[in-house]
């Protein structure tokens, strides 16, 4: 990161966080008239601020009212900055081609996927930007109506794989090649790989870049996933297991006092749960364990509550082997 992406960055961070939406807007369009290209304003420095945004919350640095006053302060700076920067750019009659893009369905963190549209709207795509919690009926009825050259889905919580499982297959049966990106997808992208995506991309540029040089084709589908009967009980029993999780996370939080929302953090450790049997990794539970128990840590939750959590988690599933063996983290 060279000095003036740095410093720009600087001063953005300062002014979304202070929830100052002119003085942010005034930082981009500045930089980009002092010559910063609109990419690396878009990803080196609006990416990078909405990163910081994400980490500063999961430390209890920022409140969640904080956190969302700043990015939808970033949100606004991207697109009055997108759009100061594209005047004067080829109109859509020379457009590259079309690009569908999408959240799956229940995934709402659509800031990834916009940072993705403008850049391609940059490059000169042809994009359409569906936003959050796509139904994938609704996607395939999109597909076959505009016939894009592509698809690129996002998902960010792995808590959403199933659904984004179904929407890979859907869109390829609709002939349209698919672009995976998020995290939900694993730092490699191997669910990706797994549900029969055309390709994954880390991050925006990455995901550009390969839409740019033609995706590559796969044959055939994907080799499916790992879901079993397991899955399905879970899928069940998910009310009573989250209450169940909910009421040890209160019994410790009342000790000491109250810790964030309980009620969201038993609904995500059982849906990671429900999403790491989806896929057999217990991999993907036992790292979702590790960032929690960070969390918990730093809003003061007593340090014993996760392994409680666990243990009451792991009691409403006896006659679930697989699911309580990833438990054991």
């Not at 042809?126 to 894009?148: C, E, Q």
């Not at 996002?154 to 984004?164: D, E, G, K, V």
């Amino acid at each position: 990161m060279n000095d003036d992406v740095r410093r720009c960055a600087e001063a953005l961070w300062q002014a979304a966080t202070a929830g100052d939406e002119y003085a942010a807007i005034e930082v981009a369009v500045s930089a980009l008239d002092s010559g910063l290209p609109a990419e690396s304003l878009i990803l080196d420095v609006v990416a990078a601020v909405q990163a910081r945004i994400g980490l500063e919350w999961a430390h209890n640095r920022l409140s969640v009212a904080q956190e969302h006053t700043a990015t939808a302060v970033n949100e606004s700076v991207l697109v009055v900055s997108a759009h100061h920067a594209a005047a004067g750019l080829r109109g859509p009659e020379q457009a590259k081609g079309r690009i569908c893009l999408a959240c799956v369905e229940g995934e709402w963190h659509t800031f990834p996927l916009r940072l993705l549209a403008e850049v391609l709207r940059l490059r000169g795509w042809r994009v359409d930007y569906l936003g959050a919690n796509v139904p994938t009926s609704a996607l395939v009825v999109h597909l076959h109506r505009t016939g894009p050259s592509a698809v690129a889905l996002s998902a960010s919580i792995a808590t959403h794989l199933p659904a984004a499982h179904a929407a890979i297959t859907a869109c390829r049966a609709a002939s349209t090649p698919v672009l995976a990106g998020g995290p939900a997808f694993g730092p490699d992208g191997r669910y990706a790989r797994r549900f029969g995506a055309d390709a994954w991309a880390p991050d925006a540029r990455a995901a550009a870049d390969l839409l740019d040089h033609g995706l590559p084709r796969r044959d055939g589908p994907g080799r499916g996933h790992q879901a079993d009967l397991e899955y399905a009980v879970l899928d069940l029993r998910t009310p009573d297991l989250v209450r169940a999780v909910m009421d040890e996370l209160d019994r410790h939080a009342g000790e000491t006092g109250p810790h964030g929302d309980t009620a969201e953090d038993a609904a995500s450790i059982v849906g990671f749960l429900k999403a790491a049997v989806y896929v057999g990794d217990p991999g993907l539970f036992a790292s979702f364990a590790g960032w929690m128990a960070e969390l918990l840590g730093a809003r003061g939750m007593p340090a014993p509550a996760l392994p409680a959590a666990l243990d009451a988690l792991a009691d409403g599933l006896p006659d679930l082997p697989h699911a309580r063996a990833m438990l054991r983290v």
